[in-house]
């Protein structure tokens, strides 16, 4: 067995049910990741709910992994967007670690499309990645990159979408390079995205011989988006020229629904 399998079941078990930390008391565990534990938590005073992430117990004996949780949340500090769970408190009980953030109640596409088998129709699938762009361009516009831009981690909640999970996301100084293989990064997260949601339409049997190319019928627009985004043909260098693409290719399915 793997030390960190060992790490996890010995140093990191989640807190039960009705655990005590400071003013918030634990509901349930939402889930854990390779460095923390997430909780919904109520605050005793107010009733209100949050989510409050707890470092791994395993990962806070490194000084290094405390620094690296004390980064992640002090760049959720920075990030002012209606659409990312604001930072509210940090802190510590005993050697533990501890933030908390504001609780979105939705649900996360991997839920959705696995889950609840929602469909999604082209349009609505474009619909929805048009609200995650704008904010991975808000991000981008502040030198921050998520860069784990996945299914989990995007929630919808009454066809509002959410970003969450920035345990990997990165800020940056000026090194162009560096932004651009970033950017390019989360591009591709979206255009991965967008393909799953496009699949949950699908039919047909999934054959590894063939390609979404192949098994999926859409716009022509659409499959030029998703090649530039999945760096199939020439990569998107800016949110700018997505978002111009999106809206034009949302338009032409738009016209074509109301013709037919």
């Known amino acids: 067995m793997k030390w960190s399998y060992v790490n996890r079941w010995i140093f990191d078990k989640p807190l039960k049910n009705r655990t005590s930390l400071n003013i918030y008391e634990v509901e349930k565990c939402l889930g854990f ?34 620094e690296r949780f004390k980064d992640e949340a002090a760049l959720l500090r920075k990030i002012e967007h209606p659409a990312v769970p604001a930072l509210i408190e940090e802190f510590k009980i005993g050697t533990l670690h501890y933030y908390v953030m504001e609780y979105v109640e ?22 929805l990645m048009t609200q995650l762009l704008s904010i991975i361009n808000y991000l981008h ?64 049997k999934k054959s590894k011989k063939r390609t979404w ?15 530039k985004l999945l760096a199939i043909s020439e990569p998107y ?16 399915l738009k016209n074509k629904k109301c013709i037919n």
């Not at 997430?38 to 470092?55: F, P």
């Open 33 to 66: 990741g390779a460095y923390g534990m997430i909780y919904l938590c109520t605050d005793k005073r107010s009733g209100k709910k949050y989510v409050v992430k707890q470092l791994r117990p395993s990962k806070g004996k490194k000084q290094r992994e405390c």
């Open 106 to 127: 939705g649900d996360n596409i991997e839920d959705l499309l696995f889950f609840q088998n929602q469909k999604f129709t082209e349009i609505e699938a474009l619909d």
């Open 141 to 204: 516009q502040h030198k921050i990159f998520h860069l784990d831009i996945r299914p989990p981690n995007v929630l919808v909640r009454e066809g509002i979408v959410y970003l969450i999970d920035f345990g990997l996301a990165k800020q940056v100084k000026d090194e162009e390079k560096e932004m651009s293989n970033y950017r390019q990064d989360d591009y591709y997260d979206l255009g991965q995205i967008l393909l799953f949601l496009l699949y949950s339409e699908f039919k047909g």
């Open 213 to 227: 190319l192949e098994e999926l019928t859409l716009h022509s627009a659409t499959v030029k988006l998703l090649k």
């Open 237 to 252: 260098t800016n949110g700018d020229k997505i978002e111009n693409d999106l809206k034009s290719v949302r338009e032409a």
